[in-house]
């Protein structure tokens, strides 16, 4: 069962009717305990790095999303990955996760329109388990004015080209997992890497 957090800043039902229609089985929920339970868990974000992180703390749900992260696969999808590094700069300075160390600041472009809105070719930086089997197409769908920036270059498996590298898909190679894009927006491509990572 696929866990999909819902904390009060997510795009939930969008990733829940993605889910529901690759036939994986899913439940949104905000109880740490079903969160142990679980064999996978989205973290889903729309909105401000600082408001969301107070609504994860609110839940009680930080000790156990970083518990869980050593243990099973975790995806965080746009905001959600955001929040899975160290800390961001989003209005004001705000710790993350720091699942995957980074830090999340504004795409730094003069002659592009943010918010960052659109279809972008992915491109692979280091293998990744959900990148596999995408077929002809790499197209996924963004929406955002910030962008993570790993520590590590390791833990960049795919970028876009936005007059910048801007990060669109990083993990730790283990079990966190982070997609700026939005999988379950982004047609078959994007459903082909959320059945990878209900396979890993």
């Keep these: 069962m696929i866990a999909i957090i819902d904390y009060g800043a997510g795009n939930i039902f ?17 109880d740490p305990a079903l ?8 973290l889903p974000g729309v909105g401000a790095f600082p408001a969301a992180m107070k609504m994860l703390a609110q839940k009680n749900l930080i000790p156990v999303l970083k518990e ?24 004001e300075e705000c710790a993350g996760l720091d699942l995957i160390p980074g830090v999340v600041d504004k795409i730094p472009v003069q002659d592009k329109i943010i918010p ?3 279809w972008n070719a992915l491109e692979v930086q280091n293998p990744c388990k959900l990148l596999e089997n995408l077929g002809n197409s ?14 590590n270059p390791v833990n960049l498996a795919a970028w876009v080209d936005y007059d910048c590298q801007v990060p669109a898909l990083i993990t730790d190679h283990k079990f966190v997992y982070g997609a700026q894009f939005h ?3 982004s047609g078959e491509t994007g459903l082909q890497i959320l059945r990878n990572f209900a396979e890993l």
């Design 116 to 118: 960052h809105m659109g």
């Design 14 to 30: 969008s990733v829940k009717n993605a889910l529901d229609y690759l036939g994986l089985q899913n439940q949104l929920t905000d």
């Design 183 to 185: 999988p379950e927006k």
């Design 68 to 91: 869980q992260a050593q243990k099973k696969p975790l995806l965080g999808i746009c905001l959600g990955m955001q929040m899975l590094l160290t800390k961001s700069y989003e209005f």
């Design 35 to 42: 969160l142990e339970t679980a064999d996978r868990i989205i």
């Design 138 to 151: 790499s197209y996924v769908y963004f929406v955002h004015s910030y962008m993570a920036t790993c520590e």
